[in-house]
């Protein structure tokens, strides 16, 4: 009798984090942020809370924290176009804050 082939780690890594994943919005909201704010943002800006619709991001410097001020409107539509099954209230605000120089 022949042993089937070893599945792949990431299949089996997958099914067991899809599982142990938190089921808070900010939780969901972390895990879409690299699709939705793209690789550049999502290195520099990390979502960091969520309260009554507002979404706090934690940049690397100032300059970021413009960016996203100004990004806000497009990244927001993304992020709650994204959200699946979609939040009781929509990501209305992104309150933004930078944690470094620059």
């Known amino acids: 009798m022949r042993r089937p082939a070893p599945r792949p780690l990431g299949e089996a ?5 899809a599982g142990a994943a ?3 919005l900010l939780a969901r909201i972390q ?14 800006a990390k979502p960091v809370a969520e309260r009554a619709g507002i979404l ?12 996203l001020d100004l990004l ?13 099954p979609p939040p009781p209230h929509a990501i209305e605000r992104l ?7 620059g």
């Not at 706090?56 to 960016?67: D, H, I, L, P, Q």
């Open 31 to 44: 895990a879409c942020w690299p699709a939705v704010a793209g690789p550049a943002i999502a290195s520099q």
């Open 95 to 101: 309150r933004v804050r930078a944690t470094g120089g």
């Open 56 to 67: 706090t991001v934690e940049c690397s410097s100032g300059v970021w924290a413009s960016e």
């Open 22 to 24: 938190p089921a808070t």
């Open 72 to 84: 806000g409107p497009d990244i927001l539509r993304a992020l709650n176009d994204a959200l699946e």
């Open 13 to 17: 890594l997958a099914a067991v984090t």
